[in-house]
């Protein structure tokens, strides 16, 4: 039997409903109240508080489809099935069913539901990590069994394939079990040959079909235990498709195929992985776009700009018109609607192709500022040296004029000039260490943006730093620091818990300066004056020649580089959510302003 996108959503959502689930809705790809992530990236993240128990779940069991963008994979988007954004099917189970109800569930929807001969069928599982005191999911093995399944079709893989975790951030996690489909001999040599699992292209992972959540990750990458226990599965649509259909990759689905095909007849030099790449990157697009996010230089804008001006350079590179673009976007949106896998239009067509178009006007005006460069670059003869054109200026165009070293090493070509990449990568490390470099500079203060609310809880933090070492001690000095919006963290030296009294003193002197409304004065001065004056910092010869100082009247005094507030009546009122350990002898508090 052939399926249609439709048809897969259906046999899962209903599988799971006539086994008690309620559906719930697909979120929005731009996270609520998450500051930790730029998009959604699982079917789990927006209900991760019901993991943890700080929110209540609508039900025990729950299931839904949900949009996710993952642009971590970028550079292998183009194989079979790698894709920067795709629809998750997810069940859940929040502290009802755990290890063994799952298994029954996977392997039942997969077997009857999805008719796939259990020999089709491998599973891995978590084989346990000593160091991190994780045991083996030894109980898993014994469910997969139980079912059906051949022992040698059980794998045991470790915390790099089979732990799952959102990412390097705290948050619910835990050992998980993947099942993998066999897609033939035609793919490649056997496990039971070979020895060799091979995810890439013999077997393809079409459902996580169970993150068994019982760990929280700590931020210092320890493992707490999470007061109850649950289940989070998740299921590529698109990999679903291409697999039960017995297609060779995700670009001869329904999704993909039609557009494909189009953009091919309809290009000079068509390659096949400029044409997936095209149609994957604009199909994101689409996505981000519609979630009200524009292509901009920062965070998810960012996102978006990278996804669109490579879609754009690959176009280049097939040689297709320069209508193709938006074009291809409105094909996209099409096919959404006709295979419903829209998500909820916040735009009509006209507005978002009238979005591609102004990036794609953007482009180009980057591209022939840069060319102009490109062509007075050479016409100056020492600026090639032995058939090359000088490195510093390669870095130039792509440092100063955005432009692709891809286009400048095309350009050099039909000019007959050479360009080095070993040397041009050379320069982009350099400087990628010193943006590395300015990075740290964020962290030390603490700053990641300048968002209002960021900048008042910054200016908390300097408070909080003075009243810690009133209360507790000279001793104590900043750790770490991080702010976002919503909270501030502050990371110090201290050797044991804090108590209640404590905790409470700490607040109430804090919203004591706060409310005698103190301006918030900043000086330059060199970091030898800044010493002794009696402000507070590293002075560990990482300073230039001037620093600013921060004081807020005789209370708080410290090198920093803001901003801040101008005075702590802008504050509202300190309040601490949390005190814990961070690693051996630092402690941690977050706090919030209300
Ligand atoms: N949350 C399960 C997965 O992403 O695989």
Redesign the pocket.
């Known amino acids: 039997m052939k399926y249609t996108s439709k048809q897969i959503i259906d046999t899962f959502l209903n599988f799971f409903k006539a086994n008690g689930h309620t559906q719930i809705k697909n979120s929005s790809i731009v996270p609520e109240n998450d500051p930790t992530l730029l998009f959604i ?4 993240a927006p209900i991760k508080k019901c993991f943890t128990g700080e929110e209540e779940p609508v039900s025990k069991r729950m299931c839904n489809i949900q949009t996710c963008i993952r642009t971590n994979d970028i550079e292998s988007v183009g194989d079979r099935h790698h894709l920067t954004s795709f629809n ?1 099917l ?1 069940s859940w189970s929040i502290g009802d069913y755990f290890k063994e109800g799952a298994i029954k569930y996977a392997f039942t929807l997969l077997t009857e539901g999805f008719k796939i001969p259990k020999e089709k069928l491998y599973a891995t599982v978590f084989c346990g990590d000593e160091e991190l005191g994780l045991p083996a999911d030894e109980e898993s093995i014994g469910y997969w069994e139980s079912v059906g399944i051949d022992p040698s079709h059980i794998i045991k893989l470790p915390f790099e394939d089979n732990f ?1 975790r959102m990412g390097d951030g705290e948050g619910p996690c835990g050992p ?1 079990t ?1 099942v993998f489909y066999d897609t033939g001999d035609e793919h490649g040599e056997s496990y039971e040959k070979s020895g060799v699992f091979d995810t890439k292209k013999r077997y393809l992972e079409i459902w ?1 079909a169970g ?1 068994f959540m019982e760990y929280y990750q700590n931020l210092d990458k320890t493992y707490s235990k999470l007061k109850f226990k649950s289940v ?3 299921s590529g649509l698109e990999r679903l498709l291409l697999t039960l259909n017995g297609l060779e990759s995700v670009y001869d689905t329904e999704i993909f195929v039609d557009i494909m095909n189009y953009l091919r007849e309809n290009s000079a030099k068509p390659n096949e992985r400029s044409l997936r790449i095209i149609c994957e990157h604009i199909r994101t697009s689409v996505v981000i776009l519609n979630a009200k996010v524009d292509p901009s230089n920062v965070k998810a804008g960012y996102i978006l700009r990278r996804l669109m001006r490579r879609a754009l350079r690959h176009l280049r590179t097939i040689d297709a018109n320069d209508d193709m673009f938006i074009i291809i976007a409105g094909k996209t949106i099409d096919n959404m609607n006709n295979t419903g896998l829209n998500p909820d239009w916040n735009f009509t067509k006209e507005e978002l192709l009238d979005k591609f178009k102004i990036e794609q006007d953007k482009f180009s005006k980057m591209l022939s500022q840069g060319l102009k460069v490109f062509n007075e670059y050479i016409l100056d003869k020492s600026n090639i040296v032995d058939g090359y054109l000088k490195e510093e200026l390669v870095f130039k165009l792509y440092d100063t004029f955005g432009f692709p070293f891809e286009i400048t090493q095309e350009l050099a070509e039909e000019a007959n000039i050479k360009v080095n990449e070993a040397k041009f990568n050379e320069l982009l490390e350099h400087h990628k260490e010193e943006s590395r470099g300015a990075n740290l500079a964020v962290f030390k203060s603490g700053l990641a943006d300048h968002d209002p609310n960021t900048i008042k809880l910054h200016t908390a933090t300097h408070l909080l730093h003075a009243t810690l070492r009133k209360i507790l001690g000279n001793d104590v000095h900043q750790m770490g620091s991080n702010i976002t919006p919503e909270r501030l963290r502050f990371d110090f030296n201290f050797p044991r818990k804090l108590t209640d009294e404590e905790l409470r003193e700490i607040e109430n002197m804090v919203n004591d300066v706060i409310s005698q409304s103190i301006n918030v004065v900043r000086e330059e001065m060199s970091p030898e004056q800044a010493k002794a004056s009696g402000a507070l910092g590293l002075f560990d010869n990482k300073y230039g020649d001037k620093v600013s100082v921060y004081t807020i009247g005789d209370f708080s005094k410290e090198i920093c580089s803001g901003p801040h507030v101008a005075n702590t009546s802008e504050l509202g009122q300190f309040k601490i959510k949390k005190e814990e350990s961070s690693s051996a002898g630092v402690r941690r508090i977050k706090a919030i302003l209300v």
């Open positions: 990236n699982a079917g789990m998750m997810g799952w998980c993947e996580n993150v989070d599965t998740g």
